[in-house]
């Protein structure tokens, strides 16, 4: 199975988490710091990062197949987010999940780099980009 990266990991990111959990992927999730233990619980590997400082992130892509970003309460300045798909290409994420304003932007990114891109529910995406 995979492993899949959850950008931020809040409430949704650990329902999300448990569900690919049970379909036997390791999961990583994100968080500021304050959400650690509840990551844990909802069975995903905590990693401390920042959305809005894309280095804070860069550790957390090692052995990722799939990034998810749920970006939707996320407000992160497009720069960012333009910069974060750049470092994607000298990682092993071999497709993103995406879920946020810059929508336009993710997909020029997606067809410049080659990196698959799902759009819409996020469980349905991350089964679209493996293939099952």
């Known amino acids: 199975m995979a492993r899949i990266?959850?950008?931020?990991?809040?409430?949704?990111?650990?329902?999300?988490?448990r569900a690919l959990r049970a379909d036997g992927?390791?999961?990583r999730?994100?968080?500021?710091g304050a959400h650690?233990?509840?990551i844990r619980?909802?069975?995903?590997?905590?990693?401390?990062?920042?959305?809005?400082?894309?280095?804070?992130?860069?550790?957390a892509l090692h052995g990722v197949t799939?990034?998810?970003?749920?970006?939707?309460?996320?407000?992160i300045p497009e720069g960012r987010l333009r910069m974060f798909w750049e470092k994607l290409v000298d990682t092993p994420v071999r497709g993103?999940?995406?879920?946020?304003?810059?929508?336009?932007?993710s997909?020029?990114?997606?067809?410049?780099?080659?990196?698959?891109?799902?759009?819409?529910?996020?469980?349905?995406g991350v089964k679209h980009l493996l293939g099952v």
């Open 5 to 17: 990266l959850i950008v931020p990991c809040g409430c949704r990111g650990r329902e999300l988490a």
């Open 96 to 105: 993103v999940v995406y879920e946020g304003a810059f929508e336009a932007l």
């Open 29 to 32: 999730g994100t968080t500021r």
């Open 66 to 75: 799939v990034v998810v970003w749920l970006g939707g309460g996320i407000e």
């Open 107 to 124: 997909r020029e990114a997606s067809e410049r780099w080659q990196i698959p891109l799902a759009l819409g529910d996020p469980y349905e």
């Open 36 to 38: 650690v233990e509840e």
């Open 41 to 59: 619980a909802a069975g995903a590997e905590p990693y401390v990062g920042d959305p809005d400082r894309i280095a804070t992130l860069m550790e």
């Open 25 to 27: 992927h390791a999961v």
